[in-house]
């Protein structure tokens, strides 16, 4: 499939009236508010479109697998650093920005969103733009490729992508604490002030696993300053928190994916919190009234999504105020001004 | 002195004299200044030699007295300029006849400082090195450090997306900042983003960093802070030839490491600011590379081997490790000082701002002095090499008739070339009225169109910084029309039928 090929097919989209549910791998159809309109699969646009190491750069089509731009990075010794969530193995690049998730390394190096250079797509007249470039630093035009990230596909079809790299770590180890969360919140502030080589952290029942990258003697150094005890197979903890195949996630529950301060306190919500990100990203499960949590949270300057499971037909994010909707409804038609592309995906009236 | 000549026709609705009575009850007398001589400071940004007055300048003291100021504006068809310090390069601040100047610098509080957050909330007339100043003693920073760092504003570090010699490993603007006030054209207060790592809806936060003041105006940032490293050293290797200067840059990164900066300095920039700081450079080499290393102390040792190979094998005639942090400095001093230097051996310098893929280095710097030569005025080129952001700095003599216009041209030349070569017109400087027609090479109608729809989005009236950033379809048309007129057919060597 070609970049044209995704273009006519928007083109007639509009013309008859018909919205769009764009799809890759398939494996984000859960992410978002239920899929409405036809199935449009764009995963057989594909394939790396450049790459070279010493550029720090990698661009690929939209339907190029994950895992497959990961494995090319790796014989390179680079990788993306952003960690974004393999749900199944055919999960696609173009998947991945339209949902704007990031992993465990997120606070220490950037998320998906800080990593995108430019992105081709095409918009909801069926015209094919080109914004960003394959550069590390462009302020050219307004950054529209990354307004794409977390736009779940509702203001274009994301064709391509250019996205930034770095050299991979060449070590990482694991520690383990036993600490309450409130001590583990304090114990990841203090470590946050200290130039010690973090990159993940893991809080749940008593449990605290901080995962420390760099080089050899750097990561020794660390492990020194942090104490604890070390983790051996540390892999398989990472990466079910990163796909979110640990046991905390298991089951049909709602799952509620908070954000707030690092620092903030624990927030006596019923039910079990698992906490990444040095205390930014707090994960509960269970029925909760939308409203007591959001209140609940706007008092330490966080926020809440319903990620998964429980009503998926009702709005998934909070609420922007009235300014904000009325900018985000104008930009979505100022790409898409028939609403072909992914309607109601994001917001029920968008 | 060069004229801008905005696309656009907007002029307020209200004279001049109404305009200044209708905003004197907002922000009081003391702060509209519409006499000529007040206005005369504010007549150019950074980019001096192109200047216009407004029809007043206001500075207004409060969130609220903005909103006021842009609800009177909006109501009465009032362009608006905002301007922090007017540090600028790409005249992005430069004033807009019928209009007025909405001056920030009043907004100059740290509001809070949150270190087990790591953040602070500040006013966006701050200044840049100011944050980092008042949150040292927690051993934080704030990471973009653009070469105005000591004058110009965080502010304006937004509107521009500001970038710096430490953005290869630490990023723009964009990357460390969490949210941001802003005031619409209507004179509404929005929050973007939070004191969190993301926020649900549209990427707003992204949308307005570098939007260079057209789709609202900024009135408080909050910064993420970063703690200092522990260690962080330079090496300084000095190279008989760009080329192989330019292959050393590529093989550092190969071999993966992440400097934390990665400077080039060609032959007459070292010379000029030898001259200037005495930095100890190498006044005979072809060009120098600083190649700074940060982290734990473990961690910088490891890599200054590695690194210290590599230039080895890249043909370093000679390589200097800073043996403590006076070195250090002094080594940056030179790199921070280039462009003054180079103000010292010419009257006038023009700074160009493009981006290049790093393996167009050597293919661009032949470019570069083709073209040099062509115009009849000479280069000297600075380099962040590690994120391919070159600034060549183009020497010349205003006072000498059609000099300016003479170097312009070249200057919109290099840009071209960068783009041909996979780059862009500008890596951190932002586009402003000076790089408006390279804009019409970069992008396509198709994309401009889109510029202009998001641009209406957020202000349908064009009332805020007109004409600047983003060209017309019809200029466009007009530009691209002159080019081949003007004998600059692309590859004029090859034959035409």
Redesign the interface.
Known sequence: MEYADIAERVGEARAAGAPLSIRGGGSKEFIGRTPQGEAFDVSSCRGIVDY??????ISARCGTPLTELEALLAEH??MLPFEAPVYAPDATIGGAVAA?L?GPR??WT??L??FVLGAVCV?GRG?????G????????????S??M???LGT?GVITEVSFKV???P?VERTRVFEFDEARAIEFL?SA??????LSASCHLDGELYVRLS?????V???EEVLGGERVEQDDDLWRSLRNQTHPFFAGKLPTWRL?????APPLGLSGACLTE?GG??RWIRGDHDWEALQATLSTV???S?LFRNGDRGGEV??A??A??RR??T??K???DPDRILNPGR??GDL | MATFAPDTRIRSALAPGAIVDRLIPVVGEDHVLHRPEQLAPYECDGLSAYRSVPLAVVLPGSVEEVCEVMRVCSENGVPVVARGAGTGLSGGALPYEHGILLVLSRFNRILSI??????AVVQPGVRNLAISEAVSN???YYAPDPSSQIACSIGGNVA??A?GVH??KY??T??NILALKVV?VDG???E?G???????????L??M???EGL?GVVVEVTVRLL????SARALLASFDDVESAGRAV??I??A???PAGLEMMDNPSIRATEDFVHAGYPVDAAAILICELD?????V???IVQVRDVLAKAGAAQVRLSNDEAERIRFWSGRKNAFPAVGRISPDYYCIDG?????ALGSILSEISRLSEEYGLAVANVF?A????LHPLILYDANKPGEFERTETLGGRILEACVAA??????????GVE?INQ?CV???D??LE??H??K???DPEGLLNPGK??PTLARCAEFNAMHVHGGQVPFPDIERF
């Open positions: 070279d190491p010493s550029e720090l750069v010794g680079q704007g990031s997120r606070p950037g998320s969103r800080d918009d015209e094919l733009l080109r914004f470039g394959r550069v590390m630093k462009n302020v050219a035009g307004y950054d529209l990354r307004v990230v977390g736009a203001l770095l050299p991979a060449r502030a946050g002030v200290t130039p010690v080589p760099g080089s050899e003697s750097g020794r150094a660390g954000s707030v301060p690092p620092a990100w930014a990203l300057g966080g926020t999504t994010f909070p922007p105020d300014v904000t900018l985000y104008r930009l038609e100022s790409f994001l917001y | 949150d270190p087990d957050n790591r953040l927690l051993g934080l521009e997306n970038g953005c290869l990023g723009l964009v990357h619409t509404e207060l929005i973007v939070g004191p969190r790592l993301d926020s649900p809806g549209y990427d707003l992204a949308l960093t570098g939007s789709l703690p200092k490293p522990a590529a093989d990164i190969s993966g490491v992440l982290g734990t102390a473990e961690e040792d490891d890599q981006t290049i893929p790093r393996r962040h590690g994120d391919g952001n996979g780059g862009t017109i500008t890596g951190e400087h932002g586009v790089k804009m970069l992008f396509g198709a994309e889109q510029f729809r998001v209406a989005a957020f950033a983003v």
